[in-house]
């Protein structure tokens, strides 16, 4: 089918291309961050750093990040089903997703437990494609949680956090002012964008707006009296990555306080979100290494703790992701036994 510019089909080469252009656009903006965080930075000043961090710290986090994985897949077996025994499959999704987050800009992996909570659990696109939706705003919700706790028992990181987003705050009462002019001027680009239908996001929301409004139907039923302990599960894993963060961190002499860790790692979890590197390579550097010397911590001391945090994110990781293709390659296919879900009326998934 030809491509129809501006809308909603593009042959296969347009897709390539254009993918190919981001993927090079991120590789770059991740070399420039990098080098931005490190530049100035003698690297045996790193080294030194480094070899005196006692070896069973790396070695910890990486055991508890992959404990996390595990909980990973009972909290998307308890949103998808409301039940936990669905944890293996779901365990095996979310992790080759994240790994695929973490090598392949713009949020790729997200599309990848998609396809295999399909794959495995026989619930549909459209139910799986709403389960990870979910995921993704209790991670948001939990990340607002925790923030706001850090702001409420240390109002010292607030004014922080608006002196890098706008420089030396002189006035308090412009600190709340900037809130809501920033909030203000993303609400007025997203309707922007839907009112001239820049993206072609108006004709796509619209196609699909039936489906989607359906299914977030479906999911609201299904959901019901699953939340709380859904959430209870996400703020596990949040607190999970802060007990990295601090593990770490004390290992290099960077002694945070509670609310300091918890702002720390929603900084890391934004910079890793963003998409704007493979893996984030780079802008979690520069992001991290600001706020700790803002905190009074030495920028040398700052990027060998982050280096080896990042470092021992990817190899954890990694050694994650094989263990579950692994795993997905030599598990049993589920037995064909159906089992209703929870709420769900006619839909149902394999067991």
């Known amino acids: ?13 347009e897709r390539l291309m254009r993918k190919i252009f981001r993927a090079i656009i991120s590789v770059a903006l991740g070399v420039l961050f990098l080098w931005l965080a490190l530049r100035r930075m003698p690297w045996s000043d790193l080294r030194g750093q480094i070899a005196e961090l006692a070896w069973w710290r790396p070695v910890l986090m990486a055991a508890m990040m992959m404990a996390g994985m595990l909980f990973r897949g009972f909290r998307m077996s308890w949103i998808i089903s409301g039940q936990w025994r669905y944890w293996a499959p779901c365990a095996r999704a979310m992790t080759i997703g994240l790994g695929a987050n973490a090598v392949i800009p ?12 399909v794959k495995n659990l026989k619930s549909g696109i459209l139910a799986s494609g709403l389960a990870v939706a979910v995921e993704r705003m209790l991670d948001v919700l939990c990340l607002l949680i925790l923030l706001a706790f850090a702001f409420l028992t240390n109002t010292g990181l607030f004014y922080l956090w608006f002196e890098g987003v706008a420089g030396t705050v002189q006035d308090r009462g412009r600190a709340v002012l900037m809130l809501a002019l920033i909030l203000g001027f993303f609400v007025i680009v997203a309707v922007i964008a839907l009112i001239f239908d820049i993206g072609a996001w108006r004709t796509k929301l619209m196609s699909k707006r039936d489906d989607i409004v359906q299914g977030w139907r479906r999911l609201a039923e299904r ?17 999970f990555d802060v007990l990295q963060l601090g593990l770490i961190s004390r290992g290099f002499g960077i002694t945070l306080t509670f609310p300091q860790m918890v ?58 992701v094989v263990g579950a293709l692994i795993w997905e390659a030599m598990a049993a296919p589920l037995a064909a036994q159906e089992v209703e879900l929870k709420g769900a009326g006619d839909e149902k998934i394999i067991a």
């Open 263 to 320: 702002f720390t790692q929603a900084v890391l979890a934004m910079a890793y979100a963003s998409s704007v590197s493979p893996g984030a390579i780079g802008i979690y550097e520069l992001m991290g290494s600001w706020t700790l010397g803002q905190m009074g911590f030495a920028k040398e001391q700052s990027l060998a703790m982050l280096l080896v945090l990042h470092a021992t994110i990817y190899l954890s990781l990694t050694a994650s």
């Open 223 to 239: 959901l019901r009296g699953r939340v709380a302990v859904a959430l209870g599960t996400a703020l596990t894993i949040w607190l």
């Open 106 to 117: 713009l949020r790729v992996g997200e599309g990848i437990k998609v396809f295999y909570l």
């Open 1 to 13: 089918m030809g491509a129809v510019h501006g809308g909603l089909h593009e042959t296969f080469d």
